[in-house]
């Protein structure tokens, strides 16, 4: 089973629709949860931390369950500006530095 | 505020030839540092990190390698590249999350 696996997308959405994202991680001890945001051929670029409690940013929406090892990201009222690559990042416990895990993406493409 | 510069951006290389990539930090001291790469469609791949001068783990086992002369300095390199090693070179600052450069895309042809 791969560490960190997310839908295969890719997502092709028009403006203004809703859209969720789903990863899941095989480490149960994992700690820390991220999205970052990748475009074309650029960095990729912290979105949003996800915690426990769940967590918004605007039209943002981070949920994690932990029972699951299940994170998801919901993103509302899509723009234009918003089509890039979204990836799943998981911080393994303990052992070396490095432990960050990066899920392979979901690319997302908002249509006008 | 911290920054991090990462050059050059692009470069073409042939077969059988040196490499060497750059990445400095600046606004932060002994940042935990590292270099990873995303071949096409594929992941980030994690290559070595370090948490400080001269100290380098290596994730993968490969034809690069990694140093640090400076605590805000790190370098890729490699003697001889080989067309497996095309891909888009990123390194990264910080612990959790992390901060990366721009990249470079390097095409071995």
């Known amino acids: 089973r791969k560490e960190v696996e997310q839908d295969p997308g890719p997502f092709n959405v028009p403006e203004g629709a809703t859209v969720a994202f789903n990863c899941t991680y095989s480490?149960?001890?994992?700690?820390?949860f991220f999205w970052y945001r990748q475009d074309c051929r650029k960095e990729p670029k912290l979105l949003m931390s996800?915690?426990?409690s769940g967590n918004e940013d605007g039209r943002f929406t981070a949920q994690l369950n932990r029972a699951s090892q299940y994170i998801s990201l919901l993103i509302r009222d899509s723009k234009l500006s918003d089509s890039a690559t979204y990836l799943c990042v998981v911080n393994l416990v303990g052992g070396s530095q490095g432990n960050l895990i990066f899920g392979k993406g979901t690319k997302l493409s908002v249509k006008p | 505020s911290q920054t991090i510069h990462q050059w050059p951006a692009t470069l073409v290389q042939p077969v059988g030839s040196p490499l060497s990539l750059e990445c400095t930090v600046e606004?932060?001291?002994?940042?935990?540092l590292y270099w990873y790469r995303q071949a096409a469609g594929r992941g980030l791949q994690l290559l070595f990190y370090s948490v400080g001068i001269g100290q380098i783990s290596s994730e993968v086992p490969q034809n690069l390698s990694a140093s640090r002369p400076q605590d805000r300095q790190f370098i890729l390199s490699s003697k001889k590249l080989l067309l497996s090693d095309s891909g888009f070179y990123l390194c990264?600052?910080?612990?959790?999350?992390?901060?990366f450069g721009n990249g470079t895309r390097l095409t071995v042809t």
């Open positions: 996800v915690y426990s």
């Open positions: 990264a600052w910080g612990d959790s999350p992390l901060h």
């Open positions: 606004g932060t001291s002994n940042p935990n």
């Open positions: 480490n149960s001890a994992s700690q820390s």
